[in-house]
């Protein structure tokens, strides 16, 4: 039988990651070591963005090389994974039975959201990849209940990883990027609160943090890079056992908090 599966949020950064992955890196790495062999894993990025859920169901999925102004090593980068449409079909069955609409897209490739990490944790991509696009116009609710579809999946022995980032505010990157200087006071206090509210479990606030949390305009102007936190979340099952297994931040406004939700065997709240 193939062993039950954590899902993991994981940051993806800035594509110089693929280069220089740093502690982030090696922590997402190492936790992939921990890991029982997955049946298949379902990659889900803040960078596929699409009004319904829709899964990919190529054979060999291109990597997509969707950002620009980067230096050339990273366009030579590939990662040569494969698809599986059995599972991709068992990823459209779970949604469905979860009651959420879906479309199939064959053709679809890994974005630099899925192949970075991806490429970090299993350098020899031998294990089937299946993407799964965001929704970002529902917002944490509507990526909280796509995650809680998947959840009976990691009981048969598939990975949900999804992939953006606890801070993601590119107008602040540039702009360090071209002067250079301190982290803004939001970025760690914004992560900080998120750390404080998954250790309490508490979802109403998690689900409306865009007025509770401190920072959240400034941390996310847009949130599709954080809605895959959501995902991961609820993937994980009700309760989830939370582990923050990576805190950090890379150019100065990219916290690159990385988390485990496992089913809580406990049940306690």
Do not use: K
């Amino acid at each position: 039988m193939t062993a039950a599966q954590p899902a993991l949020f994981v940051p993806h950064g800035a594509p110089t990651v693929a280069l220089r992955p740093g502690a982030a890196g090696v922590a997402l790495a190492a936790t992939a070591r921990t890991l029982a062999r997955p049946r298949a894993i379902v990659i889900v990025s803040a960078h596929w963005d699409t009004a319904t859920p829709t899964v990919g169901f190529a054979d060999r999925p291109e990597t997509i090389h969707d950002f620009w102004g980067f230096p050339e090593a990273l366009y030579a980068l590939r990662y040569p994974a494969t698809g599986c449409r059995e599972a991709a079909n068992e990823v459209v069955a779970a949604l469905e039975a979860a009651g959420l609409p879906v479309q199939r897209d064959e053709q679809r490739g890994l974005d630099h959201g899925a192949w970075i990490p991806l490429r970090l944790m299993f350098p020899d991509a031998d294990v089937p990849v299946i993407p799964l696009s965001i929704q970002s116009r529902g917002g944490p609710p509507t990526a909280y209940r796509l995650g809680l579809a998947l959840a009976p999946l990691a009981a048969r022995g598939f990975l949900v990883i999804a992939s953006g980032n606890i801070t993601h505010n590119l107008g602040d990157f540039q702009r360090v990027g071209r002067s250079g200087g301190q982290t803004p006071a939001y970025v760690r206090e914004f992560a900080d609160w998120m750390a404080d509210r998954l250790a309490a479990r508490d979802l109403p606030a998690l689900l409306d943090y865009r007025r509770q949390a401190p920072g959240a305009v400034q941390a996310h102007p847009t949130d599709e890079h954080l809605l895959p936190l959501y995902v991961a979340l609820g993937a994980g099952g009700e309760p989830a056992r939370i582990e923050r297994f990576h805190a950090g931040i890379d150019d100065y406004v990219l916290a690159m908090d990385a988390y485990a939700f496992l089913p809580d065997e406990r049940g306690d709240s």
